[in-house]
């Protein structure tokens, strides 16, 4: 399996409370991706990296932010959490080129706003 | 970028081919087609990708006619452990993924 990791697996905060999650790779992939996935629903793309410091909005960017310092990590903030942005957070990476149509995913993030 | 529609659901029993048609009418020129396969409280795993014609490897086949407005997913032989949602995504040459509502294929004994 890909080397991700995201943390925190789980976390309760309340609304109007900033987090941040964190995304952890060990491939050196260039590509880094942030998704959300809702009950009965496919995932949604929130935002991604095609290098460091380069970053582009997805389909369901508004209320997150996120940043890439280094390779390895792909950093999602909830500015101001609202329930509804109680979900499954899963990131993924992939490689450049063709390839980059493969992603990996790392465990998700149950995330809960109350 | 292209939207896909997939059936909902479908069953199966063990031993049979499974066949998962996807309608991507707007395909562009430069999108790829990619399929992934989700179980529960994971995240989705890549089977796939292609083209057009026909793309193999050691777990399923995929099938692309000419004009790429539709694809086939072809699984030989399920087990009751391909029972799974499995996604159909269009994807252009901007990175951006569509996954859609994917098709939850049930497999029974």
């Known amino acids: 399996d890909a080397g991700i990791t995201q943390s925190p697996r789980h976390k309760v905060t309340e609304t109007g409370t900033p987090v941040t999650l964190r995304c952890h790779q060990t491939e050196n992939h260039r590509y880094m991706y942030w998704y959300r996935q809702d009950p009965g629903h496919g995932l949604r793309l929130i935002h991604y990296s095609y290098g460091v410091k380069d970053t582009d909005k997805g389909e369901v960017s508004d209320g997150y932010s996120v940043s890439r310092s280094k390779t390895e990590d792909f950093l999602l903030t909830l500015e101001s959490a609202t329930s509804s942005q109680t979900s499954v957070y899963f990131c993924?990476?992939?490689?450049?080129?063709?390839?980059?149509?493969?992603?990996?995913f790392g465990p998700g993030t149950r995330l809960t706003v109350t | 970028l292209a939207k896909t529609t997939q059936p909902i659901s479908m069953d199966s029993y063990e031993g049979q081919e499974v066949n998962i048609t996807c309608s991507h009418n707007n395909i562009a020129t430069n999108d790829y087609i990619t399929w992934y396969q989700q179980f529960p409280s994971q995240g989705p795993r890549f089977i796939i990708q292609g083209y057009k014609t026909k793309v193999t490897n050691e777990v399923a086949s995929l099938f692309i006619p000419a004009d790429r407005k539709s694809s086939t997913l072809s699984l030989p032989r399920v087990s009751l452990s391909d029972t799974a949602v499995y996604y159909c995504?269009?994807?252009?040459?901007?990175?951006?993924?569509?996954f859609g509502s994917g098709t939850k294929l049930n497999v029974k004994p």
């Open positions: 993924a990476i992939s490689e450049s080129g063709t390839n980059r149509y493969e992603q990996y």
């Open positions: 995504l269009v994807t252009d040459n901007f990175n951006k993924f569509y």
